[in-house]
Nanobody
Framework: VQLVESEGGLVQAGGSLRLSCVAS????????MGWFRQAPGKEREFVGR????????YYTDSVKGRFTISRDNAKNTVYLQMNSLKPEDTAVYYC?????????????????????WGQGTQVSVSP
């Protein structure tokens, strides 16, 4: 599976941005999809994940109510809608795919649980 993320960008605090991640292959609907981010000098951080059907999502506390993950299995695409952006959201954002049967695992917040990664895209939020 190859994952290709859309271009990020620079937005002002309070603004919005939507990232997309397109997957190659015919088995996209069988993968749990996750979003992570990594700020300079920090470890890669879990943002959220979505189940194979899109019926279940889970987010880290710092983005709950502001970020939304969705997917379109017909288009092999997962989205990260980011609203009310804050300067502390500045990071390189990565999408990831996990070939797991159960999306609700507590390990779904850990990078090593995922099998495939996108190249990352920079999101910068100015004050």
């Amino acid at each position: 599976v190859q994952l290709v993320e859309s271009e990020g960008g620079l937005v002002q605090a309070g603004g919005s941005l939507r990232l997309s991640c397109v997957a190659s292959g015919r088995t996209f609907s069988s993968y749990v999809m996750g979003w992570f981010r990594q700020a300079p000098g920090k470890e890669r951080e879990f943002v959220g994940r979505i189940s194979q059907s899109g019926g279940s999502t889970y987010y880290t506390d710092s983005v709950k109510g502001r970020f939304t993950i969705s997917r379109d299995n017909a288009k092999n695409t997962v989205y990260l809608q980011m609203n009310s952006l804050k300067p502390e959201d500045t990071a390189v954002y990565y999408c990831a795919a996990a070939g797991r049967a159960y999306s609700g695992s507590i390990y779904s917040t850990i990078p090593t649980w995922y099998d495939y990664w996108g190249q990352g895209t920079q999101v910068s939020v100015s004050p």
